[in-house]
C-alpha cells in the first residue's frame, strides 16, 4: 500500500508524559499536513510542511506541541507535558504542491491522555 | 474561507440514489467547493472538487447552482459502504491557503 502512513494507531499515556508521533506521507508528495479530530467534531488544521518548511502553524499548536520534517520525508508531532485535553485523534495528509490539489489522509492516532 | 451548512444526519435506501446539500451562500468567485467524507476510525477522503461545472468521477457526481450558493453531492447508487459523515468544503485554490477548515458535517447512514 502506498497511501499515508501514521503510527502509532492508538497511544495511551499519563498525563504530564511525553508522546511523538510519525507520519509517512505518499512518497511523491512535497506537502504534509497535521490535523486533530475531538469526538463529533470535523478535524482541525494543526500545521504544515512544504518540504522540510514548516510554512503555517495553527494557534491551537500550543508551544507543548512540536512538529519536524527534517529531511522533507517522514514528519513527526511531538506532544510534550500532555494534558487530558490532549486526546484526540491526530491526522496526517500529504499533497503534491500543485495549487488546490487534493489531501490524502492517514488512518490517525487516536491518543487518549488519562 | 466561506462558511457551509449542511444537515446534520441524513437516510437512504441502499441502491437508491444520496443527494446530499450544502449551502454555501458567502462563496466567492475563485473558491471552489471541495467534498470530503469519513468513514468510522478512518481519516477523511477525498471524493469531488468543483469550481462553477458540475463535475462526476468513479465515486459521486456534484452538481453547483448557477449563482455558487449551494451545492449537492450525489451518489448515485449508494451503498452500505457509503455510510460516513461527508464534509463539505469551500476553499480558495491558491499558494497560501492549502488548510482545510472542516465543519460537522452530514452523518448519512445507509439503510439496507
Known amino acids: 500500500d502506498t497511501g499515508v502512513s501514521q503510527d502509532p494507531r492508538h497511544k495511551i499515556t499519563k498525563r504530564g508524559q511525553n508522546v511523538t508521533f510519525r507520519c509517512d506521507p505518499i512518497?511523491?508528495?512535497?506537502?504534509l499536513y497535521w490535523y486533530r479530530q475531538t469526538l463529533g467534531q470535523g478535524p482541525e488544521f494543526l500545521t504544515y510542511?512544504?518540504?522540510?518548511?514548516?510554512?503555517?502553524k495553527s494557534r491551537l499548536l500550543s508551544d507543548r506541541f512540536s512538529a519536524e520534517r527534517p529531511k522533507g520525508s517522514f514528519s513527526t508531532l511531538e506532544i510534550q507535558r500532555t494534558e487530558q485535553g490532549d486526546s484526540a485523534m491526530y491526522l496526517c495528509?500529504?499533497?503534491?504542491?500543485?495549487?488546490?490539489?487534493?489531501?490524502?489522509f492517514g488512518p490517525g492516532t487516536r491518543l487518549t491522555v488519562t | 474561507d466561506a462558511k457551509t451548512t449542511q444537515p446534520t444526519s441524513m437516510d437512504c435506501a441502499e441502491g437508491r440514489a444520496a443527494n446530499l446539500p450544502c449551502n454555501h451562500s458567502t462563496i466567492s468567485g475563485n473558491e471552489y467547493v471541495y467534498w470530503y467524507r469519513q468513514i468510522h476510525s478512518q481519516g477523511p477522503q477525498y471524493i469531488i472538487h468543483g469550481l462553477k461545472n458540475n463535475e462526476t468521477n468513479e465515486m459521486a457526481s456534484l452538481i453547483i447552482t448557477e449563482d455558487r450558493k449551494s451545492s449537492t453531492l450525489i451518489l448515485p447508487h449508494a451503498t452500505l459502504r457509503d455510510t460516513a459523515v461527508y464534509y463539505c468544503i469551500v476553499r480558495v485554490a491558491d499558494f497560501g491557503n492549502e488548510k482545510l477548515t472542516f465543519g460537522t458535517g452530514t452523518r448519512l447512514t445507509i439503510i439496507p
Open positions: 512518497s511523491e508528495h512535497n506537502r
Open positions: 510542511f512544504q518540504n522540510e518548511a514548516q510554512l503555517e
Open positions: 495528509a500529504s499533497s503534491p504542491s500543485a495549487v488546490g490539489y487534493e489531501q490524502y
